[in-house]
């Protein structure tokens, strides 16, 4: 199967590394408080970023776009700008119940809108040969969520100190924080909302 690979899938590939990577430095954190590793885990996200620009860049100037490539740009992009700043929120503090249901929301709303574009993409460049545009946002944007996270990392405001603090509402804890992730999540699958694709 390997052979069968394209350069743009190798890059997609990539991707998914760092996706993964990111998941592993998130957990270390949590169970190792050490700031490399937090650090490492929000500097992966760009660089995840950067392969699938360029996945895609090297797809179409070679005419190499395929089923199978956009399978699996979707299962790398769910790693690395799903699950991965799900996995970062957790390990800077958001884990109170109310925090697991915004990031288990989050990632739920990153592979449905994920599914809806593959199953919609064809139909979406029926005339014109490709898609102009995105129906809500795309699943990538969330590097902006591990930036503030990073930003709040170098701050000295992980944990209780995060923005917005905690606040115990009955039984469970809830970081007003984690409602980005909700406002991300929700983002991407709204209907409405159309972003022209560059």
Known sequence: MIRGFT????????????GVASVFCA??????????YFYAAALLAPA???????????ARSRQTNSPFGRELDSLADVISFGMAPAALGFAAGLRGGFDWIALIYFVCCGVSRLARYNVTAEAMAAETGKVSYFEGTPIPT?????GILALAAWQGRLGDSLYGGAW???????????????????????????IPKL
């Not at 995840?48 to 090297?58: P, Q, S, T």
């Not at 969330?142 to 591990?146: K, L, Q, Y």
């Open 168 to 194: 115990a509402i009955g039984p469970w804890t809830l970081h007003p924080f984690a409602l980005v992730y909700v406002l991300s999540g929700t983002l991407m699958i709204s209907r409405t909302l159309r």
């Open 142 to 146: 969330s590097v902006v969520i591990t």
């Open 48 to 58: 995840a970023f950067a392969f699938d620009v360029l996945d895609g860049r090297v």
């Open 27 to 36: 957990i270390a954190y949590a169970s190792q408080p050490a700031m490399a």
């Open 7 to 18: 350069a743009a899938d190798f890059l997609t590939l990539g991707n998914a590394a760092c």
